[in-house]
């Protein structure tokens, strides 16, 4: 990785989670396809180049339970992806940052774990499981909903989320003991993201790394 193009990505990365880019898997209304964009929102950011996220891997699960891997195109600031089948699906993915360090900070190795779920975003189906280090599911509660963060199988509690509302607002919010964000009132598309840090040390390519961040998005919509 080039000098200019490490800092580039530590300038998108380090500037705070409520402005940070995320990688988001945003389905289109006849929900047959997905673009995947590298933003601070649901939509594409023409500033940032859509490559940092080039080695993103994809996977299709149709809603009997069967996965299959997903291949992309690039577009004009995002990547373009078809979506087989009907009913409820999930595509996720995992985005492999490798190490990053800035200044006289830790090493960290740095893992993006996108999810989207097209169809019914409370149905048991939309839960990936294990496979996920870290996953965002919604739970629908009396015609609203609410998301819980999962690490490693195990509720994460107090943990700060960024909730992007139907209406283009933002919300951070804090998960409670059993790792559920407030609930939210509201039909349309919500985009979430939640984060994990684990002190764990290893070697990645040739480079130490002393912490390990992940980081996950979910896009859904919810209807009443």
Known sequence: MSRMCYAA???VFLVGTTQAHFPFIVTDG????????????????ANVSIEKIANTKLTLRDSGGKESALEWKKEDGFYAVKVSGSGTRVVYGVTDFGVLQKGDTKP????YYP???????????????????LEIVAVSVFGKVKFQIVASGKPLADSEVTVLLPDSTKKMVKTEKDGFTPEFDGKGRYGVVAKFFENKSGDHDGKKFEEIRIYATLVCEVEK
Do not use: H, Q, R
């Open 9 to 11: 990505i530590l300038g």
């Open 30 to 45: 006849a929900s047959t396809s997905a673009k995947v964009v590298f933003s601070d929102d649901l939509n594409v950011d």
């Open 108 to 111: 960290f190795k740095l893992i």
């Open 115 to 133: 999810k989207a779920v097209i169809g019914t975003a409370n149905e048991k189906t939309a839960t990936v499981g294990e496979k996920l280090p």
